[in-house]
Every structure is written in C-alpha cells, then in structure tokens.
C-alpha cells in the first residue's frame, strides 16, 4: 500500500509539474507574441514603405531583417508550446479521414515562396487508389511542412526533394501507410556535383546568403515532429547511408488507413 501510495503521488505531481510548465509556457507566449505583433506589424508598414519611401538602401535591409526576425520567433513560440502539450500529453487530436494526396499539394504550396527563394524542386510520387488516412489535419500538415522544409535545408540550390506517399507492410506483413521524404545534400553528391558541393558547408547544409537565413537554420521542427508522429501512433525513421540520399520515413499503423 506504501508504494501504490508513493506511486501515485509521484503521478499527481509529475502530472501538476507538467500542467503547471504548459501554463506558464501558455502564459508568455502570450506575452512575447503580444509585442512581437506589434513588431512585426510595424515593420511591415515600413517594409511596404506605406507612408513614404526610404531612400537609404541600407535601412530597408535591417528593417527586412527585423521582420524575419519577428516572424521566426513568433514561429519557434508556436513550436515550443506545441512541444510541451506533445510532452505533457496535454494536446488534444482532432481526427478524421483526410485524402493525402490532397494535403501533400497544399503543403507544397505553402513552401512555394521558399522553394523559389532556394531554387529546389519538391517532386511529389503518391500511389495509385491510395486510401485515406485518420489523422488530426492540422497536425499532419505541421509534420509534412516540417520534413519538407528540413529537407529542403539540406538541398543545394537546383536540387530535388522527393515526397511520397504508398500503401506497404512491416516486418510483422501488416500494412502500414508510409510518407517518405528524401533529400539530394551535397555529401550525397557524385564528384563531378562540385558547383553544387561548393554551395555547402561541412555539414551538407546550403550556405547562408544573408541573416535572413539564420533562423531557418535552428528551430524545433524535428523535436516536435516526433511528438506529434507518436501521438499518432505513428513511427518516424531516418536513414542516412554514406554515398546515398537521406531519407526520413513515417509508418502510420494499419489502424489509421481508411479503406
């Protein structure tokens, strides 16, 4: 009885610390984003130049700079707090069936303006009479933008990522739904690649052009995306073999396809 008792409470506390660090984390973002707003809305007027133009070329950067700034901290609040309700088993799933295909083309045109920017094609192969799938929507979308983007971190500038999306089965011949996102980085790339090579860093990522990389270059995109794979009951692998494009693979069990 003296243990079930301590195990309990070791429950109810770890239950309240968790509540209480989702409260607080909920309490300043609220905080921070209140006068980040205002930053960035600020910032906005002077990008568009609504009240007049600004003759020094070098004011219009920093004020360029400001605003991505601001929106990459408003972004890494969104992802900190959605971590900590993944972690405290504090967020809640809006599910229903969703046509994949459908949400892949979406993704890919909310990265439009980037995939432009960084000159990378994203190329989509999903297979035929591919069933629905039971997830939260908004969730998946946050998974799919977030692999997506990693991947097009890791891609030189006229390069490829491949997203596709098949019906296959695991180890133990259930079926499982597979999303799978590959990258062409520059350690994968033949000898011959060197213009491309000469883009990249040591560690294979595209070299910063200005500071408004900078925050694209850390972030919690992977972090979070684990949290939310497994609240899914999913399973997120990645594979980096030397010589061969990486790949990041998430299996949804045969319980979420939709037939």
Known sequence: RNKMAQVKKAKEAAELSNRVKVEFLGSMSHELRTPLNTIAGFTEVMKNQVYGPIKNE??????????????????????????????????????????????????????????????????????????????????????????????????????????????????????????IFTDFGAKNLPQEGKAMREQMDEDGRPKLRNRQEIGQMSNLGIPLTKALVAMHQATLEILSPPGKPTKVIVRFPKERIVQ
């Open 58 to 179: 070098r004011y219009q950067h920093y004020i360029d700079d400001i605003y991505q700034s601001a929106h990459q901290l408003q972004v890494l609040i969104s992802d900190v707090l959605a971590l900590a309700k993944a972690e405290s088993d504090m967020m809640e799933l809006q599910e229903k069936p969703v046509v994949i295909p459908f949400i892949i083309n979406k993704c890919i045109r909310v990265l439009a303006e980037r995939l432009k920017e960084t000159e990378v094609t994203v190329e989509s192969r999903v297979m035929d009479n591919l069933p629905r799938l039971l997830v939260d929507e908004l969730r998946l979308k946050q998974i799919i933008l977030n692999l997506l983007s990693n991947a097009i971190l890791h891609t030189p500038s006229g390069g490829t990522v491949l997203i596709e999306a098949r019906i296959e089965k695991d180890r133990k011949q259930q079926q499982v739904f597979e999303l």
